[in-house]
């Protein structure tokens, strides 16, 4: 029963948010993370990182036949000195399992539901001073997220992601970079983010491997 849908995700670029396989890395962006995931046969798989600061997140997915759908939940701290705690529930949609060509492009749509909660630091204009306030809302969002392999071993990422939620919360998320395939397990990137929410904002530009075992 395993054989096709196991050969179906091998199948699959290392960059797919869709593929289920166990893999390990570490990415540098101002400080040192680690990541990995664990599957659990071909539509199951648990993802994890956690960086130098503390910043972490934690995820399970499971396949179906129309896209990958996961929860997870993880903390930030943004550059302004604020925390964000969230919970996710969404997951990724490739446009072909919707009868779209694409040609040499493959796109995705990111989607979900996410709680957050956490400080915002607000400064007093009377008291000239920095504090924290206890803040949470409930959002939702979409997005989407397109790679494109130019040969065997050179692939470009980009993506979008617009959240809207309660008390007039917004936030973006832009991203893109490069991978280069060193061998079929191994993976080196090049990438750039920016994140700006009600919570703060974060721009970062890092490198990272990856082996897929």
């Known amino acids: 029963m395993a054989a096709g849908p196991l050969a179906a995700q091998q199948e699959k670029a290392a960059e797919d948010p869709t593929k289920i396989a166990t893999k390990a890395g570490v990415s540098y962006s101002d400080e040192f993370s680690v990541s990995g995931s664990l599957a659990f046969g071909p539509v199951t798989k648990v993802n994890a990182r956690i960086s130098e600061s503390g910043q972490w997140s934690l995820g399970a997915s499971y396949l179906f036949s129309f896209g990958i759908l996961t929860f997870s939940a993880g903390k930030n701290e943004f550059d302004n000195g604020s925390e964000q705690t969230r919970y996710s529930l969404g997951g990724f949609v490739p446009l072909t399992a919707m009868g779209l060509k694409t040609g040499k492009w493959q796109l995705f749509t990111p989607f979900g539901y996410t709680y957050s909660e956490g400080t915002v630091s607000v400064t007093s204009l009377e008291l ?82 990856r082996h897929e075992f």
Do not use: C, W
């Not at 959002?139 to 997220?145: A, V």
């Not at 939620?165 to 750039?192: K, P």
């Open 128 to 209: 000239h001073e920095t504090f924290d306030v206890e803040v949470s809302n409930n959002s939702g969002y979409l997005g989407m997220f397109a790679i494109r392999p130019f040969n065997e071993k050179l692939t470009f990422m980009t993506g979008g992601i617009y959240t809207r939620g309660s008390d007039d919360f917004t936030g973006i998320s832009l991203g893109g970079g490069l991978s280069y395939h060193l061998t079929e397990a191994d993976t080196v990137a090049l990438f750039g983010s920016y994140i700006d929410n009600d919570f703060g904002d974060e721009q970062k530009l890092g490198v990272s491997y």
